[in-house]
């Protein structure tokens, strides 16, 4: 009678293990998806942006780094790493983005024909709408890091991890220039 006990709590044991293993890698892909999505989303930008580029050099003969930025922000969302997660490199993404985003409303203030120009405004329509689509990928990307990454920390999870995937926290993506801006600081 003593075996029978002892065997069914091994393999109930044994099934846990299991269970808990999967659920690792369940998190994981959710996460390795949520982050092709972010890539996703990022290279849907391209299309506008080389539209965009062709309409601006029709405006901008002297404002040459407005084009170099745009150029610049289309060839780094090519270069995006769609199997690994680069939050650095989403970070710079980001930074062009609204590096972007400022010298065109510069280049409107300098040639108000512009603005009136109807696919020049479709072109920054699109691009506000890709933006909020990144940003509502990235804010799934972190909640799947932050699901995976509880998964494999907490107790006896971590131990699972260790003995069989080896799996390793992922960063989530975080604003640099946005938290450097923001007046509160929690006190983790």
Do not use: C, H
């Not at 293990?17 to 996703?40: G, L, M, P, Q």
């Amino acid at each position: 009678m003593g075996l029978l006990i002892f065997i069914a709590i091994f393999i109930v044991a044994i099934v846990w293990a299991i269970s808990i293993r999967n659920n690792i890698v369940r998190y994981f892909n959710a996460t390795k998806r949520a982050w092709a999505e972010v890539a996703n989303f990022e290279r849907q930008k391209v299309k506008t942006l080389e539209t965009l580029e062709t309409t601006l050099s029709q405006y901008t003969q002297f404002e040459k780094s407005t084009l170099e930025k745009v150029t610049e922000l289309r060839q780094q969302i090519l270069n995006l790493n769609t199997t690994s997660t680069d939050v650095s490199q989403l970070q710079l993404i980001e930074k062009l983005n609204q590096d972007l985003m400022r010298s065109l409303n510069v280049v409107v203030e300098n040639y108000p024909e512009l603005k009136a120009n109807t696919l020049y405004a479709k072109m920054m329509d699109d691009i506000q709408e890709q933006n909020e689509n990144v940003g509502a990928a990235i804010t799934i990307f972190n909640r799947n890091v932050e699901a995976f990454n509880n998964t494999i920390e907490v107790f006896p999870n971590n131990m699972i991890n260790t003995i069989t995937l080896a799996k390793k926290p992922i960063l989530p993506f975080s604003d640099a220039v946005v938290a450097q801006n923001f007046d509160y600081r929690p006190n983790f």
